[in-house]
């Protein structure tokens, strides 16, 4: 039987195999507390996960006030990037670094299944 662990990473294994353009991935609290992450090319993995969950709070705090909605997903780019961050549950948010030519259509739609597979465990 595999643990929690085994099966959040073979999850993010498989969203990677989706997409060459898919450089790292993590699954964290909402706090930015690392759940899981698959290794990185130069990524710190805490700093991803931390910075990546506090701008998703934060663009949560704008839409809030905004539009009395709470926010599900969140695109920002430099040059060269692209990190996608999604919410899985209420415990949970997915992330994705990405390259700047990746086809997001494709990107988000495999991350929405893998946002379900997470729930779902």
Sequence with gaps: MATKAELYLNILQELEKCSDDILSTAIVTPDGLLICSTSSNGVE??????????????????????????????????????????????????????GKNAQMGMVLFEMQKTARKIKDL
């Design 45 to 98: 993995r805490e700093t991803f996960a931390a910075y990546s969950a506090a701008t998703f709070r934060h663009a949560g705090n704008a839409m809030g006030e905004i539009s009395n909605e709470n926010i599900d997903t969140l695109i920002f780019e430099s040059k060269n990037s692209r990190v996608v961050t999604m919410r899985s549950t209420d415990y949970a948010l997915l992330i994705a670094l990405t």
